[in-house]
């Protein structure tokens, strides 16, 4: 596998969030352009005024037009806004939400085109960016538009420190959520996940836990018939397929018993469901993982704090995290794909030339190692 230095996109999100800080933190560590070529997708000016607010150490970028031009262990900024624009820190501002989309855009199509190799997007706020140029619920869905190609299914999948959360619905309001856990949509989350486990994470026969739906998974029946009747078949048939998935587990005491851990990743049927808890255990190592697109997306856990922005408080640990998982995510990619690449054709050996050669060759390295072993 060829050795290279792998480009790192990184949106700032929304500038009057902790984007910015997270980011400085992070780069601050002259270790990271060491081990691949950061490219933030922001302003130099707005880095400056962030650094200057915290009195952070210095970070310095190479400013370029493009991303062809990083090529050297440095800290690249590609600006994507305007010098009018200025950070208020807290504040949700269409003019903030504008300047998140215009970093995404451009981090996308490059992503996209191959000029960066993996992407990790600061947090935006969905508020201030939605519009009629954004009218997605999130990253996950955007960059589905984006990347998918009209046919690649995005899967969110919260990771870290073994624990690897995959969601059926992902942004929908709770009062959607039941009709849109079908049985169909459970099995083909199943399988997607089973993928991304293998391809993403290099995990062998990985074994998923797929919680209910309704509490006690139902009661068989006495509190709802959805477990039962689409969960649990969805399950059956992923398993006849030689998926190892297991459940339907309710969650309260999946994750209170610690159950968790025996398993490769737990597929949650919703939002909240999957991800409280997983927030709870990983603190600040958890990293929000875009799987089944061409392209790998990482993103911290975490929202943009507008509560403590500019304040000096945030920490880059889970940005940190997101840029190490999305370099593995993309070696392992790659692994997967050099393994999977022209499999042997299979050889008729008993037969013609090549096989007749092969056994006179076979018989000749018997007589030799017969030679040796009566020599000694």
Do not use: W
């Not at 855009?105 to 600061?122: K, M, N, S, W």
């Not at 391809?199 to 919680?211: K, M, N």
């Not at 030339?353 to 390295?365: A, D, F, W, Y």
């Amino acid at each position: 596998m060829e050795n290279k230095k792998i480009k790192v996109g990184i949106t700032h999100g929304d500038i009057n969030g902790i984007g910015y800080e997270i980011i400085l933190k992070t780069l601050e560590d002259p270790r990271i352009a060491e081990i691949c070529t950061p490219i933030v997708y922001g302003s130099a000016k707005i880095a400056s005024a962030y650094r200057k607010m915290m009195e952070l150490p210095e970070v310095k970028f190479t400013q370029i037009e493009n991303a062809s031009q990083a090529d050297g262990e440095h800290n690249y900024m590609i600006n994507v806004v305007g010098e009018s624009v200025v950070p208020e820190p807290g504040q949700c501002t269409p003019a903030a939400g504008a300047a998140a989309l215009a970093a995404l855009e451009r981090a996308a199509a490059d992503l996209r085109d191959g000029a960066i190799d993996v992407l990790v997007t600061c947090p935006i706020s969905k508020d201030a960016i939605h519009s009629d140029e954004f009218a997605f619920p999130g990253h996950t869905e955007f960059l589905e538009a984006r990347l998918g190609e009209g046919s690649a299914k995005a899967m969110m999948i919260m990771a870290g420190q073994g624990l690897r959360v995959a969601l059926v619905t992902i942004h929908d309001s709770l009062a959607a959520v039941a009709g849109k856990v079908t049985k169909e949509a459970v099995a083909d989350s199943i399988m997607r996940f089973n993928r991304s486990l293998i391809a993403d994470f290099g995990i062998h026969s990985p074994r998923i836990a797929v919680l209910s739906l309704n509490p006690h998974a139902g009661d068989n029946g006495v509190i709802g018939t959805e477990d039962n009747e689409i969960i649990a078949p969805a399950i059956a048939e992923a398993y006849k397929k030689k998926v190892f998935a297991f459940g339907p587990y309710p969650a309260d005491g999946f994750f209170g018993s610690g159950a968790y851990r025996k398993f490769d990743g737990v597929l949650a049927m919703y939002h909240d469901q999957g991800l409280i808890p997983f927030k709870l255990l990983m603190s600040e190592q958890g990293v929000n993982f875009t799987a089944g697109l061409p392209a790998v997306r990482t993103s911290p856990d975490h929202g943009t704090a507008f509560d403590i922005a500019g304040k000096g408080q945030a920490d880059p640990q889970s940005l940190r995290e997101a840029i190490y998982m999305a370099l593995d995510i993309y070696r392992n990619r790659r692994r997967e794909a050099e393994a999977t690449a022209n499999p042997l054709r299979k050889q008729n050996f008993d037969r013609g030339e090549r096989g007749g050669e092969l056994r006179i060759k076979n018989l000749k390295l018997r007589i030799k190692n017969y030679s040796v072993l009566r020599t000694n």
